[in-house]
């Protein structure tokens, strides 16, 4: 059995998100909430409450033993990019792509 949360519109580049969550992958959640805590990335802080969000949906809707529950799979998807323009020299503009993810986790119960 398995338990998923998703954020969707997170607005941090899906590139450095994918980062953090390589370090978490097939992970034990108490251990992968150790990890997120003490690296010091700023895509840290939105998966750290993915994950939360995906142990309590485990706890509470599915029934399962929390000291279980081991992340299962985890991904960031790239969702709409925000287009900025930026004044430079001579009349000319630049354009900043503000990019945004969607961070989704899965976590499952280890079986004896």
Known sequence: MEATAKAT???ISPR???IVLDLIRNQPADKAMAILQYTPKAACEPV???LKS???NAENNNNMDTSRLVV???N???GPTLKR???RS???AYRINKRTSHITITVKELED
Do not use: D, P
């Open 76 to 78: 960031a998807t790239a």
């Open 90 to 92: 001579h009349g000319r």
């Open 85 to 87: 323009i930026q004044a």
């Open 54 to 56: 995906a142990i309590a």
């Open 48 to 50: 750290m409450k993915v």
């Open 9 to 11: 519109y997170v607005r």
């Open 16 to 18: 450095k998100v994918q």
């Open 72 to 74: 299962s799979h985890c």
